[in-house]
């Protein structure tokens, strides 16, 4: 993690008439972080993703991802980012080999590197006899892994995970959670939402976030001092009671 920042959000706010979704949210993500997004459903996380996804405009507020502005340079946001959602975004009925490509190909990255780089990731996933299954034949752990590999094929500078581990078993999870090490140690930024209170401790720094604001941002130890807590379950209990 360096001291750059890659996200930069200032007062944003989203109102859609009279409800107010997003309630002037401040706060900066680093080149290489491990950012934890966190709050109880209808906190504002999905809209403020969208938002800095460049698919949703900001009411107001100052908002840069990867350098661009997030009112005019919404293209250019899509091109380095990255995204995976909690339903894995895999299309079942291609083969592994072809969602790979297929995704390589809306990156715009070019025929000869995505055939080099689909091989190298297959045996690095080993996943090399199951190339030519259809996705909806494989084990959901295996899914899984394949959209967050897929996610971060081109080499964006950030990666957006929401809810990732929905559903999985907790060996997978922690083989998933290796997965976001090693690409956040490769530079890329990692901003992740989840319901598991425990992977929020994996962080470099979580956000909380209650009614569409940001109640509490630091690193997880930081937060268990603050709050008296064990574990990042009692911080979020105690915050959102």
Known sequence: MTNTSIISAKNLSKKFGNFTANDNLNFEVYEGEIFGFLGANGAGKTTAIKILCGLSKPSSGKIKVAG????????????????????????????????????ASIYGMKKKEIKAKTDELLNKLNFAHAKDKKIKDIPLGWKQKLAFSTAVFHNPKIVFLDEPTGGVDPVTRREFWNLIYETANKGITVFVTTHYMDEA???????????????????????????????MDEVFLKIAR
């Open 201 to 231: 401790e994996y962080c470099d720094r979580v956000s909380i976030m209650d009614a569409g604001k940001i109640v509490a941002l630091d690193t997880p130890i930081n937060l268990m001092k603050k709050y008296n807590s064990k574990n």
């Open 68 to 103: 661009f502005d997030v009112y005019k340079q919404t293209e250019d946001i899509k091109k380095n980012i990255g995204y995976m959602s909690q339903k894995f975004s895999l299309y079942e009925d291609l083969t592994v080999k072809e969602n790979i490509r297929f995704y």
